[in-house]
């Protein structure tokens, strides 16, 4: 079973999938990396970044491309593997998760939401501190551009509430996942 973290940018799936990870023992593969390799080869990669500027579609396909090319692997060695994005568009999302489904017999959508003042001073200081890939802006480009999932499996809050709810989620999962 494929866990796939998603949500707005700085809402904190990098964080909820670490946890995910680390406490059920299952390999998290960041699809931020393959955005840094695959933006090596296109000169207005850094330009996006900086600007707020969503990535283009071809972009995030060739990267939804390498990143299942990933996860085959992963599948070979291991029953479940997690993934976070925003996956903030149906077309191109969906052939992913179609694709996913295959490699591992199923997806768990688990949707991360926040309050928007966290996001901002979240972002802020990650960017400030730990030169993150995107900020406040791209969060609000996004906001404005995401189109809601037609299913979710999990809502998972995060908010001051984070260890109960991880508790309950990692609960939820290690019935579906039947660890």
Request: glycine fraction near 6%; avoid cysteine.
């Amino acid at each position: 079973m494929l866990i796939v973290i998603a949500g707005l940018v700085g809402a904190g799936k990098s964080t909820v999938a670490k946890k995910v990870s680390e406490r059920l023992s299952i390999p998290f593969h960041s699809i931020d990396d393959d955005k840094a390799e695959t933006g090596k080869r296109y000169p207005q990669f850094q330009h996006w970044i900086e600007n707020s500027i969503p990535f283009p579609d071809e972009f995030r396909i060739e990267v939804f491309q390498s990143t299942l090319k990933r996860l085959r692997k992963l599948a070979r060695k291991h029953r479940h593997a997690i993934v976070e994005e925003t996956f903030h568009k149906k077309a191109i999302r969906e052939p992913f998760f179609e694709e996913a489904r295959k490699i591992f017999g199923g997806i768990i959508l688990t949707f991360v939401e926040t309050d928007e003042k966290f996001v901002k001073e979240r972002l802020e200081r990650r960017t400030e501190e730990e030169g993150h890939m995107v900020g406040y802006g791209m969060y609000l480009s996004f906001k404005s551009k995401f189109e809601p999932f037609e299913k979710i499996d999990y809502t998972f809050s995060n908010n001051e509430y984070f260890e109960k709810n991880l508790a309950e989620y990692l609960q939820l999962l290690r019935e579906r996942l039947e660890l």
